[in-house]
């Protein structure tokens, strides 16, 4: 079993930026692809990023990609999600996920956790 806690959300104005951590117990992460999922109010979870366990290859969504940043530090079992040039299209929830495959759809990951909101102000 993996536990994965976020961290690292809150409110930011429009142009600032978050850096999201995401700390896993339970077992070592360097086994697993970890990826970055968000739900909007009203709106479906959307695939944000994914790394793979290595972190030799990473994979954005296009809403993201130039902006948001994901990494991990396997020997601190954590990943992050540098997000920059924040607007408020990206208020969400934030989860992490860990799986098998670095994957851009969220049937592929076994693993979440509890979401950390981002919340951006116009």
């Known amino acids: 079993q993996v536990q994965l806690v976020e961290s690292g959300g809150g409110l930011v104005q429009a142009g600032g930026s978050l850096r999201l951590s995401c700390l896993a117990s339970?077992?070592?992460?360097?086994?697993?692809?970890m990826g970055w999922f968000r739900q909007a109010p009203g709106k479906e979870r959307e695939f944000a990023a994914t790394i793979t366990r290595t972190g030799s290859s990473t994979d954005y969504a296009n809403s993201v990609k130039g902006r948001f940043t994901i990494s991990r530090d396997n020997a601190k079992n954590t990943v992050y999600l540098q997000m920059n040039s924040l607007n408020p299209e990206d208020t969400a929830v934030y989860y992490c996920a860990a799986g098998v495959l670095a994957a851009t759809t969220g049937r592929e990951y076994g693993y979440w956790g509890q979401g950390t909101q981002v919340t951006v102000s116009s």
């Open positions: 339970g077992r070592t992460i360097s086994s697993l692809a």
